[in-house]
């Protein structure tokens, strides 16, 4: 690879499963930057966490809580998307977009909309921060991880004593 090249275009998030962890996305975008990853351009998919923003507790971790990164990193472009319906009790479905960056990042975001006309992100959320083990839905383990933290909105069970549900 040539060093002029980026290893990626645009590096895509989830930010809060529907089970309420949430990611530290602030932080994750800090390390990420200060790595060396090329890329400037980050899709972050907060779906299920639009109420974070009213919370004190909830809200440094939010997508949109990044001054002091454009600060550091003028160049850095970072959309954010929330579905309505699923976290702010919407009538019926919609989706919000945000952005922070760039002077024609917001232009690009309108001109992107038509064309596409959806924000869920589809198939790339795959390769998201989601992919975690089983035994990470659980509140102990949340202490481990610098970047994963509690929703208190949400009630955690921890249901591992169950078993796994096959017949023996």
């Known amino acids: 690879m040539l ?3 980026k290893a990626c275009d645009m590096v895509i998030l989830t930010a809060q499963s529907y089970e309420g962890i949430i990611y530290d996305i602030p932080g994750v975008l800090e390390r990420l930057l200060a790595a060396g990853i090329s890329t400037r351009r980050f899709f972050i998919d907060e779906a299920w966490g639009s109420l ?3 919370s004190e507790d909830t809200q440094p971790l939010t997508a949109m809580n990044i001054s002091a990164l454009l600060d550091k990193y003028p160049d850095l472009d970072v959309v954010c998307i929330h579905s309505a319906h699923k976290s ?3 009538l019926r479905q919609a989706s919000i977009i945000h ?3 760039t002077r024609t990042l917001a232009a690009r975001i309108e001109t ?3 064309r596409i006309h959806t924000t869920s992100p589809g198939d790339p959320i795959l ?3 989601t992919n975690l083990e089983s035994e990470t839905i659980c509140r ?3 202490s481990s991880y610098w970047h994963i933290h509690y929703d208190p909105t949400k009630a955690m069970l921890d249901v591992s004593s169950l078993g796994t549900g096959t017949l023996e």
């Open 3 to 5: 060093r002029s090249e």
């Open 52 to 54: 974070n923003y009213f």
């Open 88 to 90: 702010l009790f919407c």
């Open 99 to 101: 952005c922070r960056g």
């Open 112 to 114: 992107a909309k038509y």
């Open 127 to 129: 390769a998201s921060l």
């Open 140 to 142: 102990r383990v949340f």
